[in-house]
């Protein structure tokens, strides 16, 4: 199937499902946005068209928006993530959603117009080539449409144009964590429903890598695909439902045909298995440089008779060893998690603690135990390299893990314990 036969597919499937009666005044759909990380404070903030039960996340709980900001979304669908954001922007911010079909397009008018929020434009366009200034936005979200792309590096392209220096992008989508059967990647159902136009995890992490962002993340959020079949057979996106509706709102024997599909191929398939809901952040970098360019990090060894150090993290109790799984994460942790990925990628040992999953580790480390009892856990996270303290409390920017590797000053001065807690100076406990 070409591009263009497979995009004007998709685009009808989902006209369609804009056309039938999803909304988020069912409690189906409304559970499957539960189960993809919104609170029921979220979903009480939408119009009922927003919301059809088409998300695989929530891009916002990694994306860190601020008042001010210029947010874009791709794929907006019924503008479900676009009037979350725009409470979050404030009236100084603009939200702008992109979605390709007039359909989807008429119920996010439609949204606006019963929230009355005048932050927010819609676009009809396809994301390959986003109708927007070059760095122009602070930052993109998407929930599970890239999935559906079949030029996805076009699209990282056009992300990385349209942002601004600093600028970053926050995506829920669905990935694969290994080949799928020959007769699921062969099912336009499947593919419709968000699995089979997947790529791999490794993938979709190095084709970001390869336009050239930085600090590149890409987390299996572990949620259970099939939340769409347990939620009554009236979601959408990623499970073994597309486009059908659990009370016959289907539109047309078309649609109906090609949801009882999808229904056949996923019986014989174990999503979860195959296929995950993911987590991606990455960040457009100053001197990020065109296209199939490896970014070049300013922050380069000067001295060949450099040591490799060993970087030793504790942190708070935390739900993984990254912190960027659950419902809602603090945006600095995955770009934390990719500053030490990339200290290992210069040859130094990174060793990460967290005290609900290691709790032997804090007390193993006599330095970790002994600040531990004199401040509580309020001192995590804690940054030591080669046996030294250099920093607690916050996490440290990636300048000044390079600095302390590199064994030059910090070049920010991050907090080290108090003076009531008997530390002192940049090098740690005293
Ligand atoms: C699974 S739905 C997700 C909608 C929305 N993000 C949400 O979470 O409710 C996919 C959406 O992406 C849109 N879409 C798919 N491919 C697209 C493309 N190439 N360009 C623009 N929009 C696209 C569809 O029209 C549909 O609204």
């Known amino acids: 199937m070409t591009e263009r036969k497979i995009i004007d597919d998709v685009r009808d499937q989902y006209a369609g499902v804009a056309r039938g009666e999803l909304s988020n005044e069912s409690t189906a759909?409304?559970?499957?946005?539960?189960?993809?990380?919104?609170?029921?404070?979220?979903?009480?903030?939408?119009?009922?068209?927003?919301n059809m039960g088409l998300s695989?996340?929530?891009?916002?709980?990694?994306?860190?928006?601020?008042?001010?900001?210029?947010?874009?979304?791709?794929?907006?669908?019924?503008?479900?993530?676009?009037?979350?954001?725009?409470?979050?922007?404030g009236a100084s911010g603009r939200v702008i959603g992109i979605d390709m079909t007039t359909e989807m397009l008429e119920r996010a008018r439609a949204g606006q117009q019963k929230l009355g929020l005048s932050n927010i434009e819609f676009h009809q366009s396809t994301i390959d080539r986003i109708p927007l200034p070059d760095n122009s936005v602070d930052c993109v979200i998407?929930?599970?449409?890239?999935?559906?792309?079949?030029?996805?590096?076009?699209?990282?392209?056009?992300?990385?144009?349209?942002?601004?220096?600093?600028?970053?992008?926050?995506l829920s989508d669905i990935a694969l964590k290994q080949e799928l059967p020959s007769e699921?990647?062969?099912?336009?159902?499947?593919?419709?429903?968000?699995?089979?136009?997947?790529?791999?995890?490794?993938?979709?992490?190095?084709?970001?890598?390869?336009?050239g962002f930085a600090s590149v993340v890409v987390t299996d959020t572990g949620a259970d695909l099939n939340a769409y079949a347990m939620a009554s057979d009236d979601g959408c996106c990623g499970g073994s439902s597309c486009g059908s509706d659990a009370g016959g709102a289907v539109?047309?024997?078309?649609?109906?045909?090609?949801?009882?599909?999808?229904?056949?191929?996923?019986?014989?398939?174990?999503?979860?298995?195959?296929?995950?809901?993911?987590?991606?952040?990455?960040?457009?970098?100053?001197?990020?440089?065109?296209?199939?360019?490896?970014?070049?990090?300013?922050?380069?060894?000067?001295?060949?008779?450099k040591t490799m150090k060993t970087v030793q993290v504790y942190d708070k109790p935390m739900c993984c060893s990254t912190g960027v799984c659950g419902p809602d994460v603090d945006p600095v942790l995955p770009k934390f998690a990719a500053d030490l990925d990339w200290l290992k990628s210069q040859g130094h040992h990174v060793e990460r603690y967290n005290l609900a999953q290691q709790p032997q580790a804090f007390i193993e480390n006599k330095e970790i135990h002994q600040l531990l009892s004199t401040t509580g856990t309020d001192c995590l996270p804690v940054v030591?390299?080669?046996?030294?303290?250099?920093?607690?409390?916050?996490?440290?920017?990636?300048?000044?893990?390079a600095g302390w590797v590199d064994g030059s000053p910090a070049r920010q001065s991050l907090p080290l314990a108090e003076p009531e807690s008997g530390c002192c100076g940049t090098s740690g406990c005293c």
Do not use: W
């Open 29 to 50: 759909v409304r559970s499957i946005a539960n189960a993809f990380g919104y609170s029921e404070d979220d979903l009480n903030q939408l119009p009922a068209e927003a």
């Open 56 to 89: 695989c996340g929530n891009p916002l709980a990694l994306a860190g928006i601020r008042e001010g900001e210029v947010v874009v979304d791709l794929g907006c669908g019924g503008g479900m993530d676009v009037f979350l954001a725009a409470r979050k922007v």
């Open 142 to 170: 998407s929930n599970c449409v890239i999935n559906l792309v079949p030029d996805k590096l076009a699209v990282f392209r056009e992300i990385l144009r349209v942002l601004k220096p600093d600028g970053r992008v926050a």
């Open 184 to 211: 699921v990647k062969q099912s336009v159902e499947a593919y419709i429903g968000c699995i089979s136009g997947a790529i791999l995890i490794d993938e979709y992490r190095s084709l970001l890598k390869q336009v």
């Open 251 to 305: 539109a047309d024997a078309g649609q109906k045909s090609l949801h009882d599909g999808l229904a056949s191929v996923m019986q014989s398939f174990d999503a979860n298995a195959f296929a995950a809901s993911v987590r991606v952040h990455a960040l457009k970098q100053p001197s990020t440089q065109p296209v199939n360019t490896i970014p070049v990090l300013n922050i380069q060894p000067t001295s060949k008779e």
């Open 384 to 401: 030591i390299v080669d046996g030294k303290i250099v920093s607690q409390t916050v996490y440290p920017s990636r300048d000044d893990l």
